[in-house]
């Protein structure tokens, strides 16, 4: 056998090793025990020309709301841009409306899950028509879906700051 | 204002089985030994050794039953447990392999013994009934909790095989060792097995004792004090395991068992007070015995000055010798088959196989099996933390530790950072015993990992099933 031959052998030898070393700890960092955390609406790319188109106009708060309706055609100044839960149990969680349906209700896969008695496992939801306009739909709820004061029939559009209350909890949309 | 905020699910992924993963690493860790058996063979003969197929068909024979065991009685286990495992096992056939073709062993055989017969058939054996114990251990061993029952039992006999070298007739004094025993024909080291019921005895009694260890003490100088009725145990292991130092002059056997004691009473009572005391009176018992048994002396005089020592005592060569094949491996190594580490002559299979490695793999091939050896503990500890039940989190905490700390007592006498003790590299070193033992240690921490890993039974029930309450107007 030629020294050269046993030389790459050897070298080859020792990188197999190591190659199984790297193998057996990738497959140690998929094994993490746990959770995973997905992350959800628009990415950090698509947001960035958009910016820049921020910036160039006069009002930027209002037209972050149209960078995050995505998908979900043009929206009109003055457009909320997040859920916020500001009586009951969950008070202060907010979440940021990206043109997804947001349900509400005491079921585990809810986005928003209501640690509230008088909520039902789905009890609303909250989605953006094509137009953008934000509407809130009671599920078939036992006691009602309230905006303001009246009990929703209908899935309806939902005005900047208007109470929704469901069970103990009220919710809002904020700029 | 930043970027936009992302709304964020945190959701319990599902239970993988990941027994496809642990084939594909299986396939890859027959590959590496196949490939070293044909880098010995050209290397030594300049051409593909005639054995390979029959050997790499073997290894992945066994493997392959190995796999389909897991897949169908422990189908949530560890991955990287059996691939590692087998992996060791693999290259520790090869080197035994390499080893039997140099000439100046074949020589040094036949002049001391009279006749020469190759180790590596018998180690293939060794692996192939040490696999039919993993086996048995996963069939027969369906939950690790039953052998709960057995903690005093596990003491009486752990006890029974430490102590059995010892009983005239039954040990065979080998090299000033007394650890072997010889029953029809073969001849056995029960300090592997004892090693393992060692382990379930100390985790049945400390799951039970535990709180009274831990809670019971005073607090002194920054240290827990424990009471003194609870130092019994201690001490008691102390005093067994001096006394095995004394008798069957064994370091390592004293030191493992003294070792994996306190490792464990660290973890089941979290009180550092123990580790202090443990390393005290081991250092003071070592160092008491050391000053009067002869066969320790010599020992700790290799250590001290290995080259000194060869000067004066034949015995002390060996240590040289190794010392030597590291120094010549260097960096990459001289490459496998073109290394010397033959001449150390006597035990060079076994005890000293590191050596081998150490000098045609090089400091690289070291780190890389020391990896290996880690990463099986890594898998251990792991699957220690990942354990439910209090009992399965101690034996595998405890049978982890131990696996280290025979690595670090081996591989520490062999490159002269500890002096020597008569122990064998896991997997690695030839010797039925050692790999028997280990590939049901390996099955036992495979069944453990098992439940730790199998998917919860159902939690509570879900709010989502109560009804909702009526708003009376």
Same mark, same amino acid.
């Given at each position: 056998?030629?020294?050269? /031959?046993?030389?790459?052998?050897?070298?080859?030898?020792?990188?197999?090793?190591?190659?199984? *070393?790297?193998?057996?700890?990738?497959?140690?960092?998929?094994?993490?025990?746990?959770?995973? *955390?997905?992350?959800?609406?628009?990415?950090?790319?698509?947001?960035?020309?958009?910016?820049?188109?921020?910036?160039?106009?006069?009002?930027?708060?209002?037209?972050?709301?149209?960078?995050?309706?995505?998908?979900?055609?043009?929206?009109?100044?003055?457009?909320?841009?997040?859920? *916020?839960?500001?009586?009951?149990?969950?008070?202060?969680?907010? *979440?940021?409306?990206?043109?997804?349906?947001?349900?509400?209700?005491?079921?585990? !896969?809810?986005?928003?899950?209501?640690?509230?008695?008088?909520?039902?496992?789905?009890?609303?939801?909250?989605?953006? !028509?094509?137009?953008?306009?934000?509407?809130?739909?009671?599920?078939?709820?036992?006691?009602?879906?309230?905006?303001?004061?009246?009990?929703?029939? /209908?899935? /309806?559009?939902?005005?900047?700051?208007?109470?929704?209350?469901?069970?103990?909890?009220?919710?809002?949309?904020?700029? | 204002?930043?970027?936009?905020?992302?709304?964020?699910?945190?959701?319990?992924?599902?239970?993988?089985?990941?027994?496809?993963?642990?084939?594909?690493?299986?396939?890859?860790?027959?590959?590496?030994?196949?490939?070293?058996?044909?880098?010995?063979?050209?290397?030594? $003969?300049?051409?593909?050794?005639?054995?390979?197929?029959?050997?790499?068909?073997?290894? %992945?024979?066994?493997?392959?039953?190995?796999?389909?065991?897991?897949?169908?009685?422990?189908?949530?286990?560890?991955?990287?447990?059996?691939?590692?495992?087998?992996?060791?096992?693999?290259?520790?056939?090869?080197?035994?392999?390499?080893?039997?073709?140099?000439?100046?062993?074949?020589?040094?055989?036949?002049?001391?013994?009279?006749?020469?017969?190759?180790?590596?058939?018998? #180690?293939?054996?060794?692996?192939?009934?040490?696999?039919?114990?993993?086996?048995?251990?996963?069939?027969?061993?369906?939950?690790?909790?039953?052998?709960?029952?057995?903690?005093?039992?596990?003491?009486?006999?752990?006890?029974?095989?430490?102590?059995?070298?010892?009983?005239?007739?039954?040990?065979?004094?080998?090299?000033?060792?007394?650890?072997?025993?010889?029953?029809?024909?073969?001849?056995?080291?029960?300090?592997?097995?004892?090693?393992?019921?060692?382990?379930?005895?100390?985790?049945?009694?400390?799951?039970?004792?535990?709180?009274?260890?831990?809670?019971?003490?005073?607090?002194?100088?920054?240290?827990?004090?424990?009471?003194?009725?609870?130092?019994?145990?201690?001490?008691?292991?102390?005093?067994?395991?001096?006394?095995?130092?004394?008798?069957?002059? $064994?370091?390592?056997?004293?030191?493992?068992?003294?070792?994996?004691?306190?490792?464990?009473?660290?973890?089941?009572?979290?009180?550092?007070?123990?580790?202090?005391?443990?390393?005290?009176?081991?250092?003071?018992?070592? =160092?008491?015995?050391?000053?009067? %048994?002869?066969?320790? #002396?010599?020992?700790?005089?290799?250590?001290?000055?290995?080259?000194?020592?060869?000067?004066?005592?034949?015995?002390?060569?060996?240590?040289?010798?190794?010392?030597?094949?590291?120094?010549?491996?260097?960096?990459?190594?001289?490459?496998?088959? #073109?290394?010397?580490?033959?001449?150390?002559?006597?035990?060079?299979?076994? $005890?000293?196989?590191?050596?081998? =490695?150490?000098?045609?793999?090089?400091?690289?091939?070291?780190?890389?099996?020391?990896?290996?050896?880690?990463?099986?503990?890594?898998?251990?500890?792991?699957?220690?933390?990942?354990?439910? $039940?209090?009992?399965?989190?101690?034996?595998?905490?405890?049978?982890?530790?131990?696996?280290?700390? #025979?690595?670090?007592?081996?591989?520490?006498?062999?490159?002269?950072?500890?002096?020597?003790?008569?122990?064998?590299?896991?997997?690695?070193?030839?010797?039925?015993?050692?790999?028997?033992?280990?590939?049901?240690? =390996?099955?036992?921490?495979?069944?453990?990992?098992?439940?730790?890993?199998?998917?919860?039974?159902?939690? %509570?029930?879900?709010?989502?099933?109560?009804?909702?309450?009526? =708003?009376?107007?």
């Amino acid at each position: 056998m030629s020294e050269l /031959t046993l030389t790459v052998m050897r070298l080859g030898f020792l990188a197999v090793l190591w190659l199984f *070393v790297i193998v057996a700890v990738q497959v140690i960092r998929s094994d993490l025990f746990g959770t995973r *955390v997905t992350q959800r609406g628009s990415r950090r790319q698509e947001a960035r020309p958009q910016q820049q188109q921020a910036r160039q106009a006069a009002a930027p708060p209002q037209q972050r709301g149209q960078q995050n309706t995505g998908g979900g055609g043009r929206q009109r100044r003055g457009a909320p841009t997040k859920l *916020v839960v500001s009586e009951g149990t969950l008070t202060g969680t907010t *979440v940021a409306l990206q043109g997804q349906t947001i349900t509400l209700g005491r079921a585990h !896969d809810s986005t928003i899950v209501l640690d509230d008695d008088y909520a039902s496992s789905r009890h609303a939801r909250i989605y953006p !028509d094509r137009d953008g306009q934000w509407i809130v739909e009671d599920l078939g709820s036992t006691n009602g879906t309230y905006l303001d004061r009246t009990r929703l029939t /209908t899935a /309806t559009p939902i005005p900047l700051g208007a109470p929704i209350r469901i069970g103990k909890t009220v919710i809002e949309l904020r700029k | 204002m930043s970027v936009v905020t992302n709304t964020t699910t945190i959701g319990a992924i599902e239970a993988p089985s990941r027994r496809n993963t642990e084939l594909a690493l299986l396939a890859f860790a027959v590959v590496i030994p196949v490939f070293a058996y044909l880098n010995v063979g050209l290397a030594i $003969d300049g051409k593909v050794p005639a054995g390979m197929a029959g050997y790499g068909l073997g290894l %992945a024979l066994l493997a392959g039953v190995a796999h389909l065991v897991v897949r169908k009685w422990a189908p949530y286990s560890d991955p990287l447990l059996l691939p590692l495992a087998t992996l060791l096992n693999g290259m520790g056939l090869v080197l035994i392999w390499r080893l039997d073709q140099s000439p100046r062993l074949i020589a040094k055989s036949i002049n001391d013994f009279g006749s020469f017969s190759p180790d590596a058939p018998k #180690q293939m054996m060794y692996s192939a009934i040490g696999i039919a114990m993993f086996v048995g251990v996963l069939l027969l061993l369906k939950d690790h909790r039953v052998l709960q029952r057995y903690t005093y039992i596990s003491m009486v006999t752990a006890l029974v095989l430490l102590l059995l070298p010892l009983v005239p007739g039954l040990g065979s004094p080998v090299f000033g060792a007394k650890i072997w025993i010889n029953i029809a024909g073969f001849s056995i080291q029960p300090g592997e097995f004892a090693k393992i019921v060692l382990a379930v005895f100390f985790s049945g009694y400390l799951m039970v004792k535990r709180d009274a260890l831990a809670l019971a003490s005073r607090r002194f100088m920054g240290l827990y004090l424990p009471r003194g009725r609870d130092l019994g145990p201690i001490l008691t292991i102390w005093a067994v395991s001096l006394l095995i130092l004394i008798f069957e002059n $064994d370091l390592g056997t004293s030191l493992l068992f003294f070792g994996m004691f306190v490792i464990m009473l660290y973890v089941a009572t979290e009180r550092t007070s123990w580790i202090v005391m443990g390393l005290g009176m081991s250092v003071a018992g070592a =160092v008491g015995v050391a000053s009067f %048994a002869s066969h320790v #002396q010599a020992r700790v005089d290799a250590w001290a000055d290995p080259f000194a020592c060869a000067k004066s005592v034949n015995a002390c060569d060996q240590m040289t010798q190794v010392l030597m094949s590291f120094g010549s491996g260097g960096i990459l190594g001289t490459g496998l088959g #073109q290394g010397n580490s033959d001449l150390i002559g006597f035990a060079a299979n076994s $005890d000293f196989i590191f050596a081998t =490695v150490g000098e045609e793999l090089g400091l690289t091939g070291v780190m890389v099996f020391l990896l290996f050896y880690g990463l099986i503990v890594e898998r251990g500890i792991r699957t220690a933390l990942a354990a439910r $039940d209090p009992f399965g989190k101690l034996l595998a905490m405890g049978l982890s530790g131990a696996f280290a700390l #025979q690595i670090f007592v081996v591989a520490g006498g062999v490159m002269g950072l500890i002096p020597l003790t008569g122990m064998t590299m896991p997997f690695l070193a030839y010797g039925g015993s050692s790999v028997i033992a280990n590939w049901a240690l =390996v099955g036992i921490l495979i069944r453990i990992s098992d439940t730790a890993r199998r998917p919860a039974p159902a939690p %509570a029930p879900s709010p989502d099933a109560e009804m909702t309450q009526v =708003v009376r107007p």
